[in-house]
């Protein structure tokens, strides 16, 4: 079945710093890709998303390419700030896994002044 | 504007007993979803409505776990017997069944179960 994998956490930054969290995923098809953010003591929303390969999503500084080749989707922002610490998701939705998201473990990400 | 709102936010409870969480999506929003979370893990799917018809079931939703939608807007999740592996938070989300907005979930809050 559909499955995704991402790196475990935490991980700890100073601000401005650059992030990457990894994200690979199996899926049967062509499956759209998101990511997923929860801050502290709020429900989970969504970041971006891309539905085709080569697509690049975008929001709020990060950015995620869908990379078919390398079944990838990994998470970049160039510079954090402390209120990106969140816990981040990782997340598809393709026809084997029906009319649903199926997510990765979280990602732990702590910003540091 | 309201969003996903769940109750309640809390429920601890002793082994055994029955709960039953209440989820009320965004108004014009055709499909419900449950989803449990676990610490430290990924939210794993459970089951999904769109309108009152519950359209799939995962394996993980035992015997002792039913989800309603009456009419089409509120779902209520009930837990039969507690045990104290049902401990997690459970997560309602709600979206709109269109193409352009597959997968585009929006989620309560969580209601939080401790089963003692």
């Known amino acids: 079945g559909d499955s995704v994998t991402q790196m475990e956490g935490p991980v700890t930054l100073s601000e401005e710093a650059f992030l990457t969290i990894n994200c690979t995923y199996t899926?049967?098809?062509?499956?759209?890709l998101f990511w997923y953010v929860q801050y502290p003591g709020e429900g989970l929303q969504l970041l971006l998303k891309?539905?085709?390969?080569?697509d690049k999503g975008s929001n709020k500084g990060f950015e995620a390419t869908y990379r078919k080749e390398t079944t990838s989707f990994h998470l970049e922002k160039g510079s954090v700030q402390v209120s990106d610490s969140a816990v981040y998701f990782c997340?598809?939705?393709?026809?084997?896994?029906?009319?649903?998201?199926?997510f990765g473990g979280g990602t732990r990400v702590l910003v540091k002044p | 504007d309201t969003g996903v709102s769940q109750d309640p936010r809390h429920k601890i409870t002793k082994r055994g007993q029955n709960v039953t969480f209440r989820c009320d999506p965004i108004?014009?929003?055709?499909?419900l979803y449950w989803y449990r979370q676990t610490l430290g893990q990924g939210p794993e799917f459970l089951t999904y409505?769109?309108?009152?018809?519950?359209?799939?079931k995962s394996r993980l939703l035992s015997d002792r776990f039913s989800a309603e939608r009456p009419k089409g807007s509120f779902s209520t999740l009930e837990i039969q017997r507690t045990e104290q592996g049902d401990s997690a938070m459970y997560l309602c989300?709600?979206?709109?069944?269109?193409?352009?907005?597959?997968?585009?979930?929006?989620f309560g809050e969580g209601s939080r179960l401790t089963v003692l």
């Open positions: 899926a049967t098809g062509y499956p759209s």
């Open positions: 891309a539905t085709k390969a080569d």
């Open positions: 989300a709600s979206s709109l069944a269109a193409g352009g907005n597959t997968g585009e979930l929006f």
């Open positions: 108004s014009e929003h055709n499909r």
């Open positions: 997340a598809l939705w393709g026809k084997a896994a029906g009319n649903k998201l199926t």
């Open positions: 409505f769109q309108n009152e018809a519950q359209l799939e």
